[in-house]
């Protein structure tokens, strides 16, 4: 019996029997199965089912397009009629729900819908120990976040946030500098995003266009008439579906330094300002500042993260940088970086020390993905960088800034364990949201 097989049948009997499958060894399937593992390799295709086709969805499908894409699913029935063509054997569908009673077998499912579904497209997969690669923020509140974490935890399901930069040369140069003193011990970090498109004027209702299945793409989000100015790529700027830009590019910057500084929850969350660029109900704020406050880790200070998006930066950015950036700011100097380059400037104006590399190159952020998946309860185990428990708490603490926000620009005090700002219980709607009548996570 193959090894991608045996795993299958195991997953299997082991959720019939109501028994959690963890990550990482097996116990006795580890064992009896290494010799065979061993000589199989991770050769044979996997399962593959992709919720979302189109823009982000077109792309992390092109990048699983050398596994057995066996099913395909998205709301837009052009956009879905396309993605077909280059996977003739894959069965379509419009909705996820009959995806998942139509395929029991699946070793992996790829979800790239609005933030609003993400979490209802992943759970079925999760309860199950399926693996799952899902976009950044993971999900649209942080209720839901968590709800995905406890869910791959208990299953053992393998996966990761589409988080896709984290898997590049140059944040592992960072973090080896971060974490290996080129600056000193880190205090005070700025993360700017320049570059954002502000949101679209409201324009009047209308009717969905011919393929388009509105209802589910509206989903558990309240129900409103079609748009085009909520539709596509623009759901990003309203709150029923999106979370603006902290929530579109939130994830990948402050990734860097929860990464190299090895943050849990923060402390204390505060969006200090923000400016919304046109009227209109429902929409995100163009402009924001957001505040948070990390504890002391070992020996390692607490530091104050600031957030700015919209073209806000902190004073004398300019000075550094004129696009998106991340500055570290420690005892020593200071690290600016960004996708892709990073300059130190130390107090003394001497060169910073050469840290040696110690983070292996990755093999492709996907790639991460299926490898671990097709190896999972193999001698060959591994594990994704931007596994859920991870990308789960960034993603957590980047939508905390949207509820300070929505709560009225409040400081929340927040206890991480029970999902709470303990000083303003008024925040509650925000961290977890009421779902349309007949849906339910």
Known sequence: MDEIRSRREFIKSALLAGVAVPAMGMGGLAGADKDKSEESGSGEKLKLAVIGVAAQGAYNLGNVAGENIV?????DANRLAEAAKQHPGAKTYDDYRKLYENHQDLDGVVVCTPDHVHAFAAMPALER??????????????????????????SGSITQMGTQIHAGENYRRVVEAIQGGAIGKVHRVHVWNANVVPPGERVAKGEAPAG???????????????????FH??????????????????????????????FGAPEKVHCTKSEIGHAGDNVVPNFMEVDYHFPARGDQPAVHLTWYQGGWKPEGAEEYMKGSAILFEGADGKLLADYGSRKIFLKNGEEAQVIPESIPNSIGHHKEWIEAVKN?????????????????????????GNVSHRAGNKELVWDSENLKATNFPEADPFIRREYREGWAL
């Open 71 to 75: 099913a395909l699913c998205d709301i």
């Open 129 to 154: 120990g399926i693996g799952v690669y899902c976009e950044k923020p993971l999900a649209h509140s942080v209720w839901e976040v968590r709800r995905m974490r406890e869910a791959a935890k208990k």
């Open 212 to 230: 388009i299945n509105y209802d589910l793409w509206i989903g558990p989000a309240p129900y409103r008439p079609f748009h085009l100015s909520h």
């Open 233 to 262: 790529f623009n759901w990003r700027w309203w709150w029923d579906f999106g979370g603006g830009s902290l929530a579109d590019l939130g994830c990948h910057y402050i990734d860097l330094p929860m990464w190299a500084l090895g």
């Open 376 to 400: 999972r309860g193999s001698s060959k185990q591994s594990q994704t960088t931007c596994n859920f428990d991870y990308s789960g708490q960034l993603a957590e603490t980047v939508l905390l």
